[in-house]
């Protein structure tokens, strides 16, 4: 049985223009993150933290504004809990 997967995505413009050549976008595997904001911006940074417990440097710098944040928080709970209804509680990774 295939599995279904939601996705949602959010278009700032309609002006949007494709900036990549592939169909898909690069994916890059992340297990450690930092978040940062100002008055008119928020900063997502990401990176892989190596077995040897020192982080790599970071690979992904998504920047934006306050309003598109919230949505994103509210995109990613949606995510969560719907991954949690159809697999199970997702436990609490100790920081």
Sequence with gaps: MAEET???KIVMSSQSKRVQDSDQPNGRYANYF????NA???LFDFGQIHSE???APLHTRIITTPVYAKTFLALLQESIDQ???NFGAIPNVET
């Design 6 to 8: 939601l996705e949602r």
């Design 34 to 37: 930092t978040v940062g904001h």
């Design 40 to 42: 008119f911006e928020f």
């Design 53 to 55: 417990g020192r982080p």
């Design 83 to 85: 991954h949690e209804q």
